[in-house]
Structure formats: C-alpha cells, structure tokens
C-alpha cells in the first residue's frame, strides 16, 4: 500500500524528510492512523492519504477500507468508497 504525501513533515520515528507529493510504502496501521490525523495528531494535520488507483476494482477497495478501520461497506458505490479512503 502506498500513501501519498500532503503537506511536507519529517517523520519522527524515522526521521526523513518528506514534500508534498512523496509517496510513503508499508506504514502500520497505528502511524497510518497518526499520520492521516484519524487519530488525532499533536498538529492535527493530515500528512497522508491513501494513494489508490481509479482503475481498482470495488472488491479491493472494501479491502484496503477494512485494512485500514475505515467504515464503508458493499452497499457504497466505487465513488463513496474511493471519498472515504482519500478521506
């Protein structure tokens, strides 16, 4: 799973600089959370987004909603699924 970078941060737990437009591989759910500002962050700031691919199939997207505790469910169109997981 990628994600993609919003506003520029350096990453406290690993210390890298990021710019808008990065992309990020492979967080944990809990920095994922701290990250997007799911769980509030001591800036409460989104850094992140979920980069997903238009062209993904609705199936994957309610799986990569589950992965990552975000509510949505087979009853949402692709385009409601796709809102939330952009956020």
């Not at 600089?17 to 769980?39: A, F, M």
């Not at 799986?63 to 409601?80: F, G, P, Q, R």
Request: glycine share 2%; aromatic share 8%.
């Amino acid at each position: 799973m990628k994600y993609k970078v919003l506003v520029p941060f350096r990453d406290k737990e690993s210390d890298t600089p990021y710019v808008k437009g990065d992309y990020i591989d492979n967080l944990s759910i809990k920095r994922y959370k701290e990250l997007s500002n799911q769980k509030k962050n001591a800036y409460d700031t989104k850094f992140i987004a979920i980069d997903v691919v238009d062209n993904s199939k609705k199936a994957d997207l309610l799986e990569i909603a589950e992965a990552h505790n975000i509510k949505v469910s087979e009853d949402n169109t692709k385009a409601e699924i796709l809102k939330a997981l952009e956020g």
